[in-house]
Nanobody, 125 residues
C-alpha cells in the first residue's frame, strides 16, 4: 500500500483544514487507517484512527487533545481517508502523517505498517 497525504497549510487559530490520504492497492478496505503528527522536537504521536466494514465505520478513536475537533472520514470510491480539523490551535502545529495497518487499527507507531510522506500544518496565533 502506498499512501499520499496532502492538504496541509497555514491557518489561523480557530480555523479549519482538511487533510487527505489517498491509498493505492486493491485491498484498501482491509486496512485500518490512522493519522499521527510530529511537532518539532517531539515524538510522533497518535491523532486518530478508524476501521471500516462494508463501507461503514465501526471503530474510531481519537487522542484526547483532538476529541470533538477532529473527524476521520473515508471515500471508498476514491480510496481516500480524510482528517477534518476544526477549531485549530497553535499546539496543533506539526507534520501530519497518515498510516495504515492491515486487519488492525493503528493507534501506536509500532503498529503501523505503512506511512504517508507527511504534510505540514501550521496554526498561527
Amino acid at each position: 500500500v502506498q499512501l499520499q497525504a496532502s492538504g496541509g497549510g497555514l491557518v489561523q487559530a480557530g480555523g479549519s483544514l482538511r487533510l487527505s490520504c489517498a491509498a493505492s492497492g486493491r485491498t484498501f478496505s482491509s486496512y485500518g487507517m490512522g493519522w499521527f503528527r510530529q511537532a518539532p522536537g517531539k515524538e510522533r504521536e497518535f491523532v486518530g484512527a478508524s476501521r471500516w466494514s462494508g463501507g461503514n465505520i465501526y471503530y474510531v478513536d481519537y487522542a484526547d487533545s483532538v476529541k470533538g475537533r477532529f473527524t476521520i472520514s473515508r471515500d471508498n470510491a476514491k480510496n481516500t481517508v480524510y482528517l477534518q480539523m476544526n477549531s485549530l490551535k497553535p499546539e496543533d502545529t506539526a507534520v501530519y502523517y497518515c498510516a495504515a495497518a492491515r486487519f488492525r487499527i493503528p493507534t501506536m507507531t509500532s503498529g503501523v505498517e505503512y506511512w504517508g510522506q507527511g504534510t505540514l500544518v501550521t496554526v498561527s496565533s
